[in-house]
């Protein structure tokens, strides 16, 4: 059931179908890592390097060059945590037009979902936003323990992404609660599909359209898991 979803989300991310929400996908993902790192960059301007200079005033010039590439690579590496929460905002304004596409092409005698109301969308992804940041930054602390850095990042965002995408590809055709319901009965097939897309997340440049293939994935295993509940009414 994963692996299907996962197949028929990467077989459709560069498809023509998709080509308008890639192209806006990937633009306002881009658009927004480029304004957090100009207005990171500048917090460090800003804050960081007058304080050093006033703590260290007789610093000579070769260690302010030094102390601006440590600053670049810690930088780098916070912009790499980012990336989940950016994603997630990102999908939560285009998360709709992905699961129409999905739904009319690949499941054209189903019902069509409906759009989940802007102000809503926007208060569950600023909601779920809080939780990807809390997260990464228990993950972060994690990065100090050998052996658990790189499985906190999986965890932590395969909990993290798998859930909030799921819902909402849920909540196209059930009530929030109902949606949440069903995720929490398939708990652990939701966290094994939010590995696979932190996975996804995990490769350079792929990172980037992770929405698109989060969002279609999700679609795709709730058609699934609605299929498998209906036939287990049906039988019962």
Do not use: C
């Not at 890639?22 to 917090?43: D, M, P, Q, R, Y």
């Not at 097939?189 to 992770?210: D, E, H, K, R, Y």
Request: charged content about 15%; proline content about 5%.
């Amino acid at each position: 059931m994963i692996s299907s979803a996962a197949r028929a989300a990467a077989g459709q991310l560069f498809s023509p179908e998709f080509r308008s929400v890639f192209i806006k996908t990937l633009g306002l993902t881009l658009l927004a890592l480029v304004a957090l790192w100009f207005g990171l960059t500048s917090l460090v301007e800003w804050l960081a390097l007058p304080w050093l200079h006033a703590l260290l005033p007789g610093m000579p010039s070769w260690a302010g060059w030094l102390g601006g590439i440590i600053a670049a690579i810690a930088l780098a590496f916070g912009m790499a945590l980012l990336i989940a929460p950016v994603t997630a905002i990102v999908a939560g304004l285009f998360l709709d037009d992905i699961a129409e596409v999905v739904e009319r092409i690949d499941y054209p005698g189903d019902p069509a979902g409906r759009a989940m109301p802007a102000l809503r969308s926007l208060v569950l992804s600023a909601r779920f936003l809080g939780v990807v940041i809390l997260g990464n930054i228990v993950a972060l602390l994690l990065l100090l323990v050998p052996g658990v850095n790189i499985a906190a990042f999986f965890i932590v965002n395969g909990y993290l992404l798998g859930r909030e995408f799921f819902e909402f590809a849920a909540m196209r055709f059930r009530p929030e609660e109902e949606a949440r319901a069903l995720r929490r009965h398939y708990a652990g097939t939701v966290f094994l599909a939010g590995l696979v897309i932190s996975a996804f997340l995990a490769v350079p440049l792929l990172n980037l359209v992770t929405p698109l293939f989060a969002a279609a994935m999700m679609v795709h295993l709730h058609k699934a898991i609605g299929a498998r509940e209906a036939s287990r009414v049906s039988r019962g």
